[in-house]
């Protein structure tokens, strides 16, 4: 397994923006797909998006697209999230997930609490 630390949850106003932090164990992270998602007090846990680590577009969830975007950081091996034009129903813990070469979601974070207030 990958070790993922996650960071940047926190209170956020509606409208506001913020940024999360994804950041695994690996020096290198070739062949391995990352994701968001995230679960909401009383509510099934949600795919957010996933991008391939060495190359490609991110992909997102209908919920999400036009306003969260991924990207990541390979020096770093670090994937983020920026969500935009947040609103109350965002709030949720966040988690970051990876696998080798995306056969399955085998690492997980811990998870970031993001809240956002009307």
């Known amino acids: 397994q990958v070790q993922l630390v996650e960071s940047g949850g926190g209170l956020v106003q509606a409208g506001g923006s913020l940024r999360l932090s994804c950041t695994a164990s690996?020096?290198?992270?070739?062949?391995?797909?990352l994701a968001w998602f995230r679960q909401a007090p009383g509510k099934e846990r949600e795919f957010v998006g996933h991008i391939w680590w060495t190359a490609g577009e991110p992909a997102y969830s209908d919920s999400v697209k036009d306003r969260f975007t991924i990207s990541r950081d390979n020096a770093k091996n670090t994937v983020y999230l920026q969500m935009a034009s947040l609103t109350p129903e965002a709030t949720a813990v966040y988690y970051c997930?990876?696998?080798?070469?995306?056969?399955?979601?085998?690492?997980w974070g811990q998870g970031t609490q993001v809240t956002v207030s009307s």
């Open positions: 997930a990876t696998g080798f070469a995306g056969v399955r979601y085998d690492s």
């Open positions: 690996l020096r290198t992270l070739n062949g391995y797909k």
